[in-house]
């Protein structure tokens, strides 16, 4: 099994940063990168970002590109996503994910292909 713990969440005012983080424990090996999902209060869990661990390809939604950017750690584990130029639409709970396998890049964005979930991390951004 996997183990997934996001920490960084909190309140932020628009314009401003926060620094999420996802550290992965137990059987890590079996993991083929990290990404972030969010949800909003009444919406459905949309993606955000995704790395692969063997190399640093990164995958993003348009919302937040140019703001978000992903990062990891292989030797601690963990994925960074540092939030910039915060929006109040950018509130919402974040979770990191981790897929065993993704056969196509353009399967990064698809929740379904996630086998691992944290507990997520609340963001909010006020204006």
């Known amino acids: ?15 401003g940063s926060l620094r999420l983080s ?3 424990s137990g059987r890590t090996f079996r993991t083929y990168g990290m990404g972030w999902f969010r949800q909003a209060p009444g ?5 955000v970002a995704a790395i692969r661990w063997s190399n640093p390809t990164t995958y993003y ?8 950017t992903i990062s990891r750690d292989n030797a601690k584990n ?18 990191c994910a981790a897929p065993r396998i993704i056969w196509f890049n353009s399967k990064w964005s698809y929740e379904s292909e996630y086998d ?8 909010t951004v006020s204006s």
């Open 1 to 15: 099994q996997v183990q997934l713990v996001e920490s960084g969440g909190g309140l932020a005012q628009a314009g």
């Open 22 to 24: 996802c550290a992965a």
């Open 43 to 47: 919406k459905e869990r949309e993606f």
């Open 61 to 68: 939604a348009d919302s937040v590109k140019g703001r978000f």
């Open 78 to 95: 963990t994925v960074y996503l540092q939030m910039n130029s915060l929006k109040p639409e950018d509130t919402a709970v974040y979770y």
């Open 116 to 123: 691992y979930w944290g507990q997520g991390t609340q963001v």
